[in-house]
């Protein structure tokens, strides 16, 4: 498979770059491994971690984190390491916006008024909403975190949508 890398000089094209089976392999034990230990942290129920990985089996969730855990050859699918990708990227740009983590914490799992959640809290759209949902909270947290702005009047992150208790 090819993904398009994008270009160290701004202007300049996206080089393709290819994703082989050895790359797979190479990342997807590490890779597991830190989701697990990220959802053992957020507190993540088993069930929803399968959510979140795309919904494999049980038995082959269980076969994953097994060889995960072992250190044994493992090679995920694709669409899996791009979904522990964006978990990943949530919980850094957690730790940059929140120094606190309970309050990273209390942001990932209150429900917000943000148009994108809709009075869900972020880690519900992020189980339920597919790799999209894993995707949008990521770029919300990204956009958040470089203080982007859209056009006149939106603004990412409003005061009454963070809410601490």
Do not use: C, N
Not at 23 to 49: H, K, N, W
Request: glycine share 14%; net charge neutral; aromatic share 8%.
């Amino acid at each position: 498979m090819q993904i398009l890398q994008l270009p160290a000089q701004p202007g300049a094209e996206p080089v393709p770059q290819t994703i082989d089976q050895a790359a797979r392999r190479r990342v997807s034990g590490p890779g597991l491994r830190t989701f697990l230990a990220i959802a053992e942290r957020y507190g993540i129920a088993t069930q929803d971690q399968i959510e979140l990985l795309g919904e494999p089996s049980r038995s082959t969730y269980f076969e994953w984190v097994r060889k995960a855990r072992e250190e044994a050859p493992l090679m995920l699918p694709l669409d899996t390491l791009t979904r522990i990708s964006g978990v990943l990227g949530v919980h850094k740009a957690l730790g940059i916006l929140f120094p606190i983590e309970a309050e990273g914490m209390t942001w990932l799992k209150g429900p917000h008024h943000g148009e994108v959640f809709g009075g869900q809290a972020p880690v519900e759209v992020m189980i339920g909403g597919g790799l999209d949902g894993i995707l949008t909270v990521r770029r919300y947290l990204d956009a958040w975190r470089g203080g982007l702005r859209g056009g006149a009047g939106f603004e990412p992150v409003r005061a009454q949508d963070v809410v601490f208790s």
